[in-house]
Structures are given as C-alpha cells and as structure tokens.
C-alpha cells in the first residue's frame, strides 16, 4: 500500500470556476477525513466519511462545498464558484476505527495535500 | 467542545540540544488520545509520537518524549538529539469520542546548525 493520494497537488483556478479533488485512502482504512489547511495554521476538519457515509461535516463547509465517497472508496471534494477566500491546502487521511471507543488508537495517515490557488 | 491550544509560534535549537514544545487542551472527556505530528515544507503530516489518555506513562519514540499531565491537560513534546531534520512545523492534535482530530496553531521549529 502506497499511503494516502491525493490529486491533484496543485490546481490553480479562476475565481467562480468549479474544482474537484480526488483522495484515494489506505484501502483497509474504513474513514476518511478531509481538513483545510490555511497558510501558518493548523488543519480545521470539514467533514468525514465511515465507509460511504457522511458523518459529520462542519460549519466551514459552506454549500458551496460537496463531497462524496462512493462505495466507500475514493473520495471526491468538491467546490463550486470558487472564491479567493478558498485558497487553500486541502488534506486528506484515513484510519481504521474497528469500534466507537477505538478514539484513534490505529492512527490516521494524511496524504501530501492538494494546494489551490483562487486568483 | 474540545480546543488545543500552542502558544509557541516558533522555536530553535542548536543541533544536537534538546527542546520541547508546549502544548495546552480542554475537554471534558475521559477518554481521548493526543498526538504530534510533524509537518515538513511543503510535505505531508507525519505522526510523531501518541499518547493514549488512561496511560499514566508517557510515550517515547526514540528521540521523542511527551510530558504528559493530564490534571493540568498539558501535553508536551521533548525533542532530544536535535538533529537538522528535525526542522519542521509541529503541531499538536486531540481525538476523543468523534474520532476526528482537532489540531492546534502549530509551533515552528528551527534546527541550526
């Protein structure tokens, strides 16, 4: 197993395009977790998935933003009409949660990231 | 609900001292884990060290040790040895009942030669 990847590494768009992200998790890994991470701060969660189902996702996550993890697999982030305030590094893990109180013990794994730049 | 706070933005140290960085939480929960990880420029996190909350013994990783008190919801990492790849942006991170990790703002750590 080759970790977590995540495509692309770098995307720059126009303000008010649509980007999409890809992440691709340890395969055994049954969650997966997309963060937000701005330039001199630390990761803020989005959402997360078990399996293919959404579990939580945060206030951050404006209607703008969608993501999906089709049979539980990959994952897709999606932002609609970009804005400036979007530019980002936007970070990808996964873990194995075998029961409710297993509290991260297996850990999480994070992917390189994908950086966008809204200009 | 749970912050994590660090209240060193930067930090340094000469090669092959030790250092350590601080780091402050607040929960109500019980039972959590804490965690370091270590983020290189322009790579991706690596988890340094973990600490399970019902453990009174700190963990150790090699170079790296916490001081962990949980009475006071501190959480420190000590870095012995420093060497240059050690150089990095630290930050630290809690997990408790939704399993998802909330991070603080990150120290950065300078390593010179």
């Known amino acids: 197993d080759t970790g977590v990847s995540q495509d692309p590494r770098h995307k720059i768009t126009k303000r008010g395009q649509n980007v999409t992200f890809r992440c691709d998790p340890i395969s055994e890994h049954n969650r997966l977790y997309w963060y937000r991470q701005t330039l001199g701060q630390g990761p803020e969660f989005l959402t997360y998935?078990?399996?293919?189902?959404?579990?939580?996702k945060s206030r951050l996550l404006s209607d703008r933003f969608s993501a999906e993890r089709p049979k539980g697999s990959f994952s897709t982030l999606e932002i609609q009409r970009t804005e400036q305030g979007d530019s980002a590094m936007y970070l990808c893990a996964s873990s194995l949660v075998r029961a409710a109180k297993d509290r991260g013990s297996y850990g999480y794994t994070f992917g390189s990231g994908t950086r966008l730049t809204v200009v | 609900a749970q912050t994590v706070t660090q209240s060193q933005p930067e930090m340094s140290v000469q090669e092959a001292e030790t250092v350590t960085l601080s780091c402050t939480y607040d929960t109500s929960e019980s039972d959590y884990y804490l965690f370091w990880y270590k983020q290189p420029p322009s790579r991706q996190m690596i988890l340094v060290i973990r600490?399970?909350?019902?453990?009174?013994q700190n963990a150790t990783e090699n170079r790296f040790s916490v001081n962990f008190q949980k009475a006071a919801k501190s959480f420190s990492l000590k870095i012995s040895d420093s060497q240059l790849g050690d150089a990095a942006m630290y930050f630290c991170a809690y997990t408790g009942a939704t399993n998802k990790l909330i991070f603080g703002t990150g120290t950065l750590l300078a390593v010179q030669p």
């Open positions: 998935f078990q399996n293919e189902a959404q579990l939580e």
């Open positions: 600490q399970e909350a019902y453990k009174q």
